[in-house]
């Protein structure tokens, strides 16, 4: 007796769930809102920076040490954004490893793909020094130019 193996793979591209203010997003009809590809790369790059190394118990490599490194730190602000700029760049090399693990068994698409880091920027706030704005420039693999933003605040 022969045994047929068939291997099912899902054909519909990948989507997360969209979160908007920290919040999961529902639309009017109550169901939850997805994100899909430019939109979702954004979404994953600030997620991976913003969540705390070792946060998950599930990935523990997921994340970084962004606040930790930032917030309350007293030495010189050079060495401040250098040592901010290598933990971003870390956490997004990690990224691209598990976006190259998930291609293994869902398509992504291009715009979805973190392709190259072009730029960090760190700066602190004229106005309120506690407060640093990150800008992160990145090509996708569809070579769309992205520029996520946000802010470590120490509140």
Request: charged content about 20%.
């Amino acid at each position: 007796i022969a045994i047929r193996t068939i291997e099912w793979r899902a054909i519909n591209m990948s989507f997360d769930l969209k979160i908007e203010q920290g919040l999961l997003s529902i639309d009017t009809n109550g169901d939850f809102r997805k994100v899909e590809n430019t939109a979702k790369l954004v979404q994953e790059i600030l997620k991976i920076c913003i969540s705390p190394l070792n946060g998950n118990p599930f990935d523990p490599g997921y994340g970084s040490l962004l606040s930790k490194t930032l917030i309350g730190n007293p030495l010189p602000m050079d060495f401040l954004v250098s040592s901010a700029s290598n933990q971003l760049s870390g956490c997004l090399q990690y990224l691209q490893k598990l976006q190259k693990e998930q291609l293994n068994y869902q398509p992504v698409s291009a715009a979805e793909q973190l392709a190259a880091l072009q730029q960090i920027k760190i700066e602190r706030n004229q106005e309120d020094p506690r407060f640093f704005e990150v800008v992160i420039k990145c090509l996708s693999r569809d070579l769309t130019t992205i520029s996520p933003t946000f802010l470590v605040d120490p509140l």
